[in-house]
């Protein structure tokens, strides 16, 4: 079966026919083998459109509950856990993390404020004492985070915490709660949201998985698994070097789903918080958290990123489209999720196959292109 043979599915208004067609012209090219994306505007589905195949021989076709690793988009769900927990009043911004987390408070991070660790400026890339290989041993990175000096003082210098932002994360969290991040997302994000995308899987999910596929080539990951000079390999030092991202243990670790769910909880935040009379967010912690944090050149890509609380704002490096106040995140090789609160839309794109790109890229950006010249 030729390329632009593979099966498109789903639905799309027909205002946003050009969507389709370059879903079209995406699959034709050769470059995907499975994907999907999704468009709600004022909280409404207007694209839900999926196509290709499930798998690498290209035999099993996706499906309308097809998931697969989403990468980094998944550090804005990460971020989003511990927003929500400062609308509750469970946590503050300015407080010191060690307030939660009192183990975190050694090693000179004792003052290191919640706002810093959220907005990437921690000045904790590298969890050095966490053996290499050791990610899936419960408490090991989190042990070796509250043990890591920061490598510069903390809010002095910009860069993207690659690995360590989703354990960061997910143990302030599980100190202030109790409750493990997963459980904290499924119950008060995924579930009333209806949304499709889960920080790690439950044994129900597994089977919905396409395969995800490596390449060769794409810039993040050879600075993870083979460059041994970047500061990507030392920060992922904890990933099992042979790990191809379809392993059960990466799937109950990482985030995964579909564009559908990930447009959904973008759709929440493209209206200020609240989906179909369920607030995700606090408003006005929402409003504080894409404001810019710094904008500048990321110590560990050496890209130039425009970061607010946990949410990339529009700059060279993710382009997403003409919405000056929009917001989201990219993942590695290609996925992305973002929302234009000016026009209450959101958008979200997630490939099985890895795309050799450092930023948004030409299939991601061919669709964004697509929807605004959709909506004028």
Known sequence: MKAGDAPID?????????????????????????????????????????????????????????ITDMKSVGKSVFALCVLRLVGQGAVELDAPVARYWPAFGQAGKQDLSVRLLLGHLAGLPFPDRAPPGSLYQPGVVARALEEQAPEWPPGTQACYHSFTYPPLCAELVRQATGRSIHDVQRDEIATPLGAEYWLGLEDAQMDLCADYIETPGTPSLEGMKRNTESPLHRAWRPLPRDEDYNSTAWRRYAGHGNARGMARIYAALAAGGRLEGYEVVDPAVLAEAVEGSWNGMDFMTQRPFAMGLGFMRAGPAFSIGPGPRSFGHPGMGGPIAFADPDRRLSFSYVPNRMHPIANTGPLAGALIDAVYRSIG
């Open 10 to 66: 789903g639905i799309c208004d027909p205002a946003f026919e050009p969507v389709r067609q370059a879903l079209q012209a995406n699959m034709a090219s050769g470059d995907e083998v499975g994907c999907a994306v999704a468009v709600m505007v004022d909280g409404q589905p207007v694209v839900d459109l999926w196509a290709g195949w499930r798998d690498r021989a290209r035999t099993l076709p996706w499906q309308r509950h097809t």
